[in-house]
């Protein structure tokens, strides 16, 4: 029966999920059940195609992500795929009217890091889109349950909580990103001489980012705030934590938070929750 194996294509995406990311899966936790297979659908795919972009050094990443992409289509076209990721991935675009200009933008993205090395503001600006914005887009989609009055409301605070993610990662992963891929995200900054005023430069957007999100996810449904509001928790930290480096360590330390210290943020975030102190 296909159900069976839409049932086993949305596992492996959930499994996905959790090997990649503890905290993004504590944050799917709480959001209401019946929205956890699409949400990790929809990160199950972005994790794929980010993957071959990152770590697959010893293959021709073009091709993979080219055959990535034209599977995609082929998925959504077809209403099915053989690869259990993608056949997810699907059903949850079918199911919630994910756009394919979300999509599309994605790939474009993805495909920039496979020739891009550095950013101008316009190219920028134009990644932070395609690789983070529309990922919150496509949640939204699903968050908003085809609540089209909704989506169009919360559309910009989603499109701010990608980009302060994706941009705190920037921050996190600077010397990695530098030393391994070659890649500079942030424009105008000079990595060899990193100075805390380009930082301070840096942190002032993802604050602004933050509190836009933060007003959009109080206005999110009850059935997904709790959710998100974790995501955002957990981020918010980890940025305070960076934030409160000197420029040079920040250059040479790749700040993490350990599984122990998750679950203490996952129970302030619920009781803050719980108190209506967002």
Known sequence: MKQKYDELSFDCSKIATRAYSTSFSLGIRFLQRHLHQSIYAIYGFVRFADEIVDSFHSYNKAVLLHEFKADTWKAIRDGISINPILNSFQHTVARYGIENELIERFFKSMEADLEQKDHSESSYEQYI????????????????????QLFRRL????????????????????????????????PGVNFTSFSEREKEKIQLDIEGDFAEALAGIRQLPPSSRRGVYLAYFYYRKLFLMIKNLPAEKALSARIRIPNYKKIGLMFQSVIRHQLNLL
């Not at 983070?132 to 908003?144: I, P, Q, Y």
């Not at 990662?169 to 990103?177: A, Q, T």
């Open 155 to 186: 559309k910009q605070p989603a499109r701010k909580l990608g980009s302060a993610f994706q941009k705190v990662n920037f921050l996190r992963d600077m010397s990695s990103d530098y030393l391994m891929l070659g890649r500079t995200y942030f």
């Open 129 to 148: 889109y395609g690789s983070a914005e529309v990922v919150g887009l496509m949640c939204l989609r699903v968050f908003t349950e085809n609540d089209d």
